[in-house]
């Protein structure tokens, strides 16, 4: 009796090698599965933030957290620079005087529009990294 000898050991390899392709291009694994992806998540890159949006986005966070105690805590501890820390005092000291003066909503809008134009003036005159540290 014959098994086929290396014939048939090469058939037999040629059809496992096909088998597994098959199972691997049916699993997702293989070119197949990549070229049927939408084109927009091939190309599609992160977004990122302005360091004037980012200023701003945490300036107006500490902002809130600290208007109603009285203290403004250690500016290290709440992730800010020299120079944040000194937008979100004058923030915050206006947004108390505008809490007193017009009611929470108003303070809220106010650390809203504070914030962003403290950061973008920082930013405008150089903001960390020039000059003296700030």
Known sequence: M???????ARTAARLAGWVLLASLSAAG???TARSQAPAASRTA??????????CT????????????SRTYGDYQ?????????????????AARA?????GAAAADALIDREARAGCAGW???G????????
């Open 29 to 31: 694994c293989g070119d």
């Open 98 to 102: 505008e809490k007193k003066r017009q």
């Open 57 to 68: 986005r945490v300036v107006a966070h500490w902002s809130r957290e600290v208007l109603d």
């Open 123 to 125: 930013y405008r005159s």
């Open 77 to 93: 501890s709440m992730g800010l620079s020299n120079g944040q820390y000194d937008i979100l005092r004058t923030v915050v000291d």
């Open 127 to 134: 903001g960390p990294g020039e000059g003296p540290w700030q």
């Open 2 to 8: 014959t098994t086929g000898g290396a014939h048939g």
């Open 45 to 54: 890159s992160p977004s990122t933030t302005s360091p004037e949006e980012l």
